[in-house]
């Protein structure tokens, strides 16, 4: 990442003292993370931010809340959801967070032991204003979102920062979720037999009565 970049993340971040302590450490870890400066990021950070308000939780440390956001793959401002994860905590990693591929920039956040949920959506005034800027336009040209000039780029978080969550977000009351059964985590692991690579136990499979890895056993 270019110094100049670099320098213009942490200036930026520092508008994330707005939301409380701490947000701005936590809104430069997300731009690095991302890797560049655009709108749709910050937009998905404050967008988890607003569902973590709205269902009265911090930011998750744990396993406690599950994320379903609404973003895909192959349309503008899926930075959305790199947002959404970092600002709830809510990680791949952990398994917390699915995308729903529906193509809405919106969240639900869910509370896994009562199931109580709240859905965030971006209000679609604010959607058409940010996919008419002209970042965007010059990302639909082909342009690579660092080379997008800082004066072009820069303005958008800044002006996304300064407005409240009710100009920007549409926040519903709690509903349940209906969710799934899930199994408790797996903590044994077991060598396939024949890369002789470690896996996790309740993803072997066998085959002629050995344990193998999903990619030697040809399912």
């Not at 729903?100 to 109580?116: C, E, H, M, P, Q």
């Not at 077991?190 to 085959?207: F, H, I, T, Y």
Request: proline share 5%; aromatic share 6%.
């Amino acid at each position: 990442m270019q110094q100049q970049q670099r320098e213009a993340i942490r200036q930026l971040a520092a508008a994330g003292q707005s939301l409380g302590p701490a947000w701005d450490e936590t809104l430069e870890a997300s731009f690095l993370i991302h890797g560049h400066i655009c709108g749709g990021m910050p937009l998905g950070f404050r967008a988890g931010v607003a569902a973590l308000e709205a269902l009265g939780i911090e930011r998750e440390a744990n396993m406690a809340h599950l994320v379903f956001v609404e973003t895909g793959t192959g349309h503008a401002a899926g930075c959305f959801a790199d947002g959404v994860q970092t600002a709830t905590g809510c990680t791949f990693g952990k398994g917390l967070i699915e995308r729903t591929g529906y193509g809405k920039w919106a969240l639900n956040l869910v509370d896994i032991a009562t199931r109580k949920a709240v859905r965030v959506s971006v209000k679609p005034e604010v959607m058409k204003s940010a996919l008419a800027s002209p970042f965007v336009k010059m990302r639909h040209q082909g342009v690579p979102p660092t080379e997008v000039p800082l004066d072009v780029s820069r303005p958008l978080v800044e002006k996304l920062m300064g407005r409240s969550n009710e100009e920007l977000f549409t926040v519903s009351g709690l509903f349940e979720y209906a969710l799934p059964a899930k199994s408790a985590s797996c903590f044994e692991t077991v060598n396939c037999s024949r890369c002789g690579e470690l896996v996790a136990e309740n993803k072997v499979r066998l085959k002629e009565g050995k344990p193998v890895c999903l990619p030697c056993s040809g399912y």
